[in-house]
Structures are given as C-alpha cells and as structure tokens.
C-alpha cells in the first residue's frame, strides 16, 4: 500500500525558511511527476513546484519561483521542499503528490495527508 507522509511544516515568521519532507513507503518515485502543492482556506488546491521523476526537469508556479526549491533522493524513497522568504501568502496546507503531470493536481495519483506551513507578518 502506497503511503506518502509530510513533515517539516511549522510558523515561520516573513523572511524566515522551511523544509518540507515527504516519505514515501510502499512507493518509489520512479514514475511520471512528483510535486508539492497548497491548498489555503476557501481556495482551491494549486500547485507549487514539481519534478520530473526520472529525469530531474522541475517546474515552479510563479508565486514560488526563486524562493522555493523541490527535490527528490530516489535512494531514500525522499521528496523535499526547501521554502526560503517565505510570505503571509504563502500560508497553507501544503500536500506532496506521487505520479502525476507537472502541477496539475487532478492528474495525480497519491498524496500525502497534509502538513500546515503559517507565515507571520
């Protein structure tokens, strides 16, 4: 049984920095895309940064671009996130995503239960 397991999220200040972990079990990402995506309350899900899981090739949404930097260790069955300036808005539930395309988030087949990631101004 597939299991994808977020961590690292917490409350930063503005400015401030996380790493988000994603541990995969019964599930190696060796498979289409992999990705990380966001969810704020009363917004709809959006995706944030992907990887392509056999290739490297990543993808960011706009907002994220050059703060936020996603990763993966094959080896380790590991997905990160590294968020450097982070922003209020950037103030989320923020899910990972195993076998999918770019950051489309219907197109993906697992996910991870969820880890909360609040900014303070």
């Known amino acids: 049984q597939v299991q994808l397991v977020e961590s690292g999220g917490g409350s930063v200040q503005a400015g401030g920095s996380l790493r988000l972990s994603c541990a995969a079990s019964g599930y190696t990402y060796r498979r289409g895309y992999a990705g990380w995506f966001r969810q704020a309350p009363g917004k709809e899900r959006e995706g944030v940064a992907t990887?392509?899981?056999?290739?490297?090739?990543?993808a960011y949404a706009d907002s994220v671009k050059g703060r936020f930097t996603i990763s993966l260790d094959n080896a380790k069955s590991m997905l990160y996130l590294q968020m450097n300036s982070l922003k209020p808005e950037d103030t989320a539930m923020y899910y990972c995503?195993?076998?999918?395309?770019?950051?489309?988030?219907?197109?993906?087949?697992?996910w991870g239960q969820g880890t909360q990631v609040t900014v303070s101004s």
């Open positions: 995503a195993a076998e999918g395309l770019g950051l489309s988030a219907p197109s993906y087949n697992y």
């Open positions: 990887i392509y899981t056999l290739g490297g090739f990543t």
